[in-house]
């Protein structure tokens, strides 16, 4: 199979800068980009939208054109009907010369020889990496092969299809990297980031990965956030949400909570001075006295998981437990939030919360309940899952 060079060149599969699309396309690239880890089997856009395609094939549905084919191509090259990597110009009758229609030199020896030299081909040491997290049951084997290999090259995965060789500490680099995977570290805590919106954060123990679908929130409360406005964001973990509003919308404010230590010291380092940290218990009825009633916009990713459910590997070894679950109906945190949001808001201001596919109605009905409310609206993710609700302060 040969893929056109304009597509390969052009390639560009990861969510990059910018609000292209909004949160749903940002969410669902980085999906793609990511292997991103699902909370548990019922929760996460992210393993039945991505994680997939162990070779391009199931990821291709969601990508554009020249995406797809360039999965295609990979996809290929894993079951063995291209058996060298894809490259511009490459194993055709258009070589330098032969049509003219390249402004660069193609000959048919490859541009890397092997012998005398350190290199090996990279398509088979993705190869090996694939079959590696395959073996360990990684969710996106080869996306996430592809990104280690990436990071380890110091390229972004789309320029992967124009490499064909690796030197021999690089590949030594890759297969540590791929071990630590296959060991179920998540891909996030191996490469050091997670990105988010447009934002590459700073992830490591003791620390809540940023998902996918918290995108989604995160877009809303950019849309409801008017220039000047205060902006919470309750159970801040990294830092997504808040730096989301704080680098997309123009608020005057933005204050983080966090009670972690460890999470703490993660969401300090990435906010930068872009926010206001805040080291504070979201179910003290005390927090943020100061700003009662004088908030536009509150938005809370808070432990929602009901307690017992279970969770992978790269969940119930890395994410911290208390980021995770929230009691037995997994809704202890999100109870206080109700009430904290409810005093901290302005008439007219608004909040926003995620929270477990099994509690679509339950949150909508919490906020009802409280009182203070109105415009209660439930939210569904990109696989149409309820994961988040909205209320305006009456
Ligand atoms: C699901 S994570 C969300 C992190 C981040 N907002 C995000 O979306 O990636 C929940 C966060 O809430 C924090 N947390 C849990 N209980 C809390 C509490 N009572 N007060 C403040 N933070 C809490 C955890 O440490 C964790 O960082």
Do not use: K
């Not at 049509?99 to 090996?128: F, I, K, N």
């Not at 477990?356 to 009802?368: E, I, M």
């Amino acid at each position: 199979m040969q893929v056109p060079a304009q597509v390969r060149v052009g390639q560009v599969v990861h969510g990059g800068p910018g609000g292209v699309g909004g949160g749903r396309a940002l969410g669902a690239a980085a999906e793609v980009e990511q292997g991103a880890q699902p909370l548990h089997e019922g929760v996460g856009a992210g393993q039945r939208l991505s994680g997939g395609g162990q070779d391009g094939v199931e990821d291709a549905g969601r990508l554009g054109g020249s995406a797809v084919a360039l999965e295609l191509a990979r996809a290929a090259q894993v079951v063995g009907v291209v058996s060298g990597p894809v490259e511009p110009g490459h194993g055709t009758s258009a070589g330098a010369g032969a049509s003219g229609s390249h402004d660069y030199a193609v000959t048919g020896a490859p541009e890397h020889p092997l012998a005398g030299t350190d290199r090996t081909p990279l398509a088979a040491e993705l190869r090996a990496a694939t079959s590696t997290l395959v073996d360990a049951q990684v969710a996106s084997p080869r996306v996430d092969a592809e990104l280690l290999a990436a990071h380890v090259l110091g390229v972004g995965r789309g320029r992967l299809a124009l490499i064909d060789t690796i030197r021999a500490a690089e590949a030594g680099r890759l297969r540590a990297l791929v071990a630590r995977r296959a060991a179920r570290e998540p891909l996030q805590h191996v490469l050091g980031t997670a990105a988010f919106r447009h934002l590459e954060l700073a992830v490591g123990p003791g620390v809540f990965v940023p998902r996918p679908e918290t995108e989604l929130l995160a877009g809303w409360g950019i849309e409801h956030t008017a220039p000047g406005a205060t902006v919470v964001d309750l159970c801040s973990g990294t830092g997504a949400i808040a730096l989301a509003v704080a680098t997309e919308a123009r608020p005057g404010r933005v204050v983080a909570v966090e009670r972690s230590p460890e999470a703490l010291a993660w969401l300090r380092r990435n906010v930068d001075g872009r926010a206001e940290v805040v080291a504070g218990d979201v179910t003290d009825p005390d927090l943020l006295a100061g700003l009662t009633g004088a908030v536009d916009v509150v938005l809370c990713n808070p432990p929602y998981v009901p307690a017992g459910t279970p969770v992978p590997p790269e969940v119930s070894g890395h994410d911290p437990a208390a980021a995770v679950f929230g009691g037995p109906d997994g809704l202890d945190v999100v109870r206080p939030v109700v009430a904290l949001a409810a005093r901290l808001l302005r008439p007219g201001g608004v909040v926003g919360i995620e929270h477990d596919d099994t509690q679509g109605d339950a949150v909508p009905a919490l906020l009802r309940a409280d009182g203070r409310f109105g415009e209660v609206a439930a939210h569904r993710d990109l696989a149409g899952r309820p994961r988040w609700a909205t209320a305006r302060r009456a």
